[in-house]
């Protein structure tokens, strides 16, 4: 097989949450150690840093490793879901893990993996933590895929624990309340291992401190610590962060949600260097400074275009979309353009409550067994005043937008990551750039 015929095989042949939702979703970790075994434990060969949480896994996750390689480091980076290809979810710093190895890994192991019948991400994740040790990485940051206490990602011994945040989302298959949803995040602090929370309530505070304490793990709660002291915007849109250790660091991703991300980092940051990481000063702002082309992160507050401005964003949850929102009151239009399509195990209710009425729609859908129809979404977005027309796809869609702006309008392009992966997997089709 070739790589386009290997990921054929992947994606058809184990269960993909990205395609079919929680029918994917393995509960238990009997694949995950046999996969591990086979393999002889890859991952105790580098360092790792764990990170957790319902919004913010990815951005944390890439700027950290940003840092990390700025600091000289040799960095592994495991996230999910990708956008474009398969092998953005695999780096090292920063360069995709080749389409050979994917090829090569899939041909020498099937043999023993088919009759486990893993999940995609089961497989995945034995995958990156194999071509972490092989590619000799001094430390690898690993998102978590869904929750965390049964995540197969979990079986790594970190330096550091991250926990970004808690909202609703995959209620499911992690519960129904933000203290069920924070027990299973919590499931990734491991005995004597720091752990940060990036943002926490009184309902799931008591979570934490309970598992931090029964694991014997010092916590940190950036709300509590405040690291970041305030923040500006310049007149590139770039955040300029006050704090006492790095002021006027320039942070170059976008985004109201930035903030909480940021001070969240910061804390990191700090208990990382308390552990022995000679993290400097110059790596910090570097790491903030150049994360899209260190890790060539993508779709976090992403224009595309000027005139009209073009921009999407890879919220998808009440909690990231709330963001969205606001971002979007703080921009100078004319008219605004909400282009949106959803899955559908979300809240799609919810979602659709918070957006402005004073946009004209595009209601699509994604390239994914998931999405929800278009017409579907339009229906329930009517019954709360959003109107609009629906499309068949991301490109027409887009197109629609682009042919009914002015020059000074705003197209928003969002509601799922699967909605932005169309997107930028048509940049050429649709001249964004």
């Known amino acids: 097989?070739?790589?386009?015929?290997?990921?054929?095989?992947?994606?058809?042949?184990?269960?993909?949450?990205?395609?079919?939702?929680?029918?994917?979703?393995?509960?238990?970790?009997?694949?995950?150690?046999?996969?591990?075994?086979?393999?002889?434990?890859?991952?105790?060969?580098?360092?790792?840093?764990?990170?957790?949480?319902?919004?913010?896994?990815?951005?944390?996750?890439?700027?950290?490793?940003?840092?990390?390689?700025?600091?000289?480091?040799?960095?592994?980076?495991?996230?999910?879901?990708?956008?474009?290809?398969?092998?953005?979810?695999?780096?090292?710093?920063?360069?995709?893990?080749?389409?050979?190895?994917?090829?090569?890994?899939?041909?020498?192991?099937?043999?023993?993996?088919?009759?486990?019948?893993?999940?995609?991400?089961?497989?995945?994740?034995?995958?990156?933590?194999?071509?972490?040790?092989?590619?000799?990485?001094?430390?690898?940051?690993?998102?978590?895929?869904?929750?965390?206490?049964?995540?197969?990602?979990?079986?790594?011994?970190?330096?550091?624990?991250?926990?970004t945040n808690i909202s609703l989302d995959h209620t499911q298959l992690l519960g129904d309340?933000?203290?069920?949803?924070?027990?299973?995040?919590?499931?990734?602090?491991?005995?004597?291992?720091?752990?940060?929370?990036?943002?926490?309530?009184?309902?799931?505070?008591?979570?934490?401190?309970?598992?931090?304490?029964?694991?014997?793990?010092p916590i940190y709660f950036a709300q509590e610590e405040r690291f970041l002291q305030s923040a500006t915007v310049d007149d590139q849109y770039d955040w300029i962060y006050q704090s006492e250790a790095y002021p006027n660091l320039r942070g170059e991703l976008h985004g109201l949600y930035q903030l909480p991300n940021t001070n969240t980092l910061l804390s990191v940051i700090y208990h990382l260097i308390q552990i022995g990481y000679p993290i400097k000063e110059k790596d910090v702002r570097k790491g903030f400074g150049e994360v899209s082309e260190l890790t060539r992160l993508m779709g976090r507050w992403q224009k595309l275009q000027n005139h009209p401005t073009l921009i999407c964003d890879t919220g998808h949850n009440v909690a990231?979309?709330?963001?969205?929102?606001?971002?979007?009151?703080?921009?100078?239009?004319?008219?605004?353009?909400?282009?949106?399509?959803?899955?559908?195990?979300?809240?799609?209710?919810?979602?659709?409550?918070?957006?402005?009425?004073?946009?004209?729609?595009?209601?699509?859908k994604a390239t994914v067994k998931r999405a929800l129809p278009e017409n579907e979404l339009k229906k329930q977005a009517n019954t709360i005043g959003l109107q609009g027309e629906a499309y068949p796809d991301v490109v027409s869609a887009v197109k629609a937008a682009q042919k009914e702006s002015l020059p000074e309008d705003l197209i928003f392009v969002g509601g799922s990551s699967f909605i932005v992966a169309d997107l930028l997997s048509n940049r050429d089709t649709l001249n964004l750039y």
Do not use: W
Request: aromatic share 12%.
């Open 177 to 217: 309340t933000l203290s069920k949803i924070a027990f299973e995040k919590a499931g990734i602090i491991k005995t004597g291992v720091p752990v940060v929370i990036g943002e926490a309530t009184p309902e799931t505070i008591p979570v934490f401190i309970k598992q931090a304490k029964e694991k014997e793990a």
């Open 320 to 364: 990231g979309i709330s963001f969205i929102v606001e971002q979007l009151k703080h921009l100078d239009y004319k008219r605004l353009h909400m282009i949106i399509g959803m899955v559908d195990d979300k809240d799609i209710h919810g979602v659709l409550t918070l957006l402005p009425t004073n946009a004209t729609y595009y209601f699509t």
């Open 1 to 163: 097989m070739d790589y386009l015929q290997t990921l054929d095989y992947l994606y058809n042949s184990m269960p993909m949450f990205q395609q079919i939702g929680s029918k994917a979703y393995k509960e238990g970790l009997e694949n995950t150690y046999a996969l591990d075994e086979h393999f002889n434990h890859p991952h105790r060969n580098y360092k790792t840093i764990h990170i957790a949480g319902t919004n913010g896994k990815g951005t944390c996750s890439h700027t950290l490793a940003a840092i990390l390689q700025s600091a000289g480091y040799k960095v592994g980076l495991y996230t999910s879901p990708h956008l474009v290809d398969f092998r953005e979810r695999i780096r090292v710093n920063g360069e995709p893990i080749p389409k050979e190895y994917v090829v090569q890994f899939v041909k020498d192991h099937r043999v023993f993996f088919e009759p486990l019948y893993p999940s995609f991400f089961e497989l995945t994740t034995a995958m990156a933590f194999l071509y972490f040790s092989e590619a000799k990485v001094d430390i690898a940051v690993i998102e978590t895929g869904l929750g965390g206490r049964l995540d197969c990602t979990n079986i790594i011994q970190p330096d550091l624990s991250l926990i």
